[in-house]
């Protein structure tokens, strides 16, 4: 499955399986997050950002009136992705499955860019900062190097407006 995120138009891209919309908060900068079956059908509009779905996790919580972007700048080096890859994959996705309020984690990669964007919604602020909290406590796994781990460049909030 592929990704591309762009400004909100208004009206889902056509062939998407999915599409969200959601609001910068303190703002009126709405950008969409929409799913394709292909590599084509993402990377179809030259305006918008495509990426590799590499994880689409569900949580514990309602479907998300809150979305919190993580962007994690490149170039990052196929080590720190493929650490990244496995605390995802084995300590924060499963943490994230039982977090109250927390509904869905999106890991996108752009492999050309070597970029990543974690999008993770919720019901609410408030769980967001929790889920947050919750993975900066969790215990690294055996074989974890903390160095390449470096946790995101930047987050931006959002509050839901279109599914």
């Known amino acids: ?74 170039p990052i080096s196929e080590d720190v992705h493929r650490a990244g890859e496995r605390a995802h994959r084995e300590r924060i996705a499963p943490a994230m499955r039982t977090q109250p309020g927390v509904s869905r984690a999106l890991v996108l990669w752009q492999p050309q860019r070597r970029t990543a964007l974690v999008v993770s919604t919720a019901d609410s602020v408030e769980s967001i900062e929790a889920g947050q909290r919750t993975i900066a406590t969790l215990e690294l796994l055996p074989g974890e190097d903390p160095a390449l781990l470096p946790g995101p460049n930047r987050i931006e909030l959002f509050r839901a407006v279109a599914s």
């Open 1 to 74: 499955m592929y990704a591309r995120i762009h400004k909100s138009t208004g009206t889902p891209p056509e062939g998407a399986r999915e599409a969200h919309t959601y609001r910068r908060l303190a703002s009126d900068d709405e950008l969409t997050v929409s799913l394709f079956d292909t590599l084509d059908a993402a990377a179809a509009d030259p305006t918008a950002e495509w990426y590799e779905v590499e994880s689409d996790d569900p949580g514990a919580g309602a479907p998300g009136g809150v979305a919190a972007f993580l962007y994690f700048d490149g």
